[in-house]
């Protein structure tokens, strides 16, 4: 199990690395967003199913906390796509 | 706990998307002064707050090992980390106030101090449950049977770490 866990932390430490890499990059705007935001996505799910531990949990919390990962980062990608066009 | 927890995440999430919205009709004023910050600093304190999360981990682990001190030293690496993520907050803020920055300075700034504040008093109270959970387990008070105030304490934390973990590329990232 703590495997596991080492595993993940290093996985989240990896993925901050790829978005400040990206954001450090001549890329556009546009270019960035997508992977930011899904690099955000994945660290959200790592905390909340495997440090938080409510992968497995009692209904709602899981969808709950999930929910509000994925509905406020879905719109913070809307709101900056609507900003770029 | 989980009520909390979730009012919290709430009243981030309209922080977030109020931010993010706010950008929308004044790209350049927020691009231009997100050039300002110091990305380093955000960067590090994200692996500050990632890696107590996953102490906080390994001290729930231990609990359920009956390993109370054990318990004790990693969550007192976990807040190590934390005390060391005020710090450079702190070192952050410093910076834009003898800079002149202010909350009324624009739009950005405003949401930069207010949400960046609100998100240290958070990670404030989180050490002050880590120390409470942390001095428990020191004098043997939890054990594997019985460990319920380690998990919320942790729960707590990884919600801190949670909120960041937006917090960081939505402020110092996206662009």
Known sequence: ?85 | MWFFILAELLVFGVFFLAYAFARTRNVELFNASQLELDQLSGAINTVLLISSSYFVVRAVDQIRHDRSRSCAYWLIAAMTCGGTFLALKLVEFGAKIEAGISMSTNTFFMFYLGLGFFHFMHVVLGMVILGAVTLKAWKGGYSATSYGGVETGAAYWHMVDLVWIILFPLIYVLH
């Open chain 1, 1 to 85: 199990m703590m495997k596991a866990a080492t595993f993940q932390w290093l996985i989240l430490l990896a993925m901050t690395a790829v978005a400040v890499g990206l954001s450090q990059a001549s890329l556009s705007d546009n270019a960035i967003l997508a992977p930011v935001l899904l690099t955000t996505l994945v660290k959200g799910r790592i905390v909340i199913d495997r440090f938080m531990a409510l992968q497995g949990a009692i209904a709602p919390w899981r969808w709950i906390v999930l929910g509000w990962l994925v509905v406020v980062v879905g719109l913070i990608g809307f709101a900056f796509h609507m900003a770029q066009t």
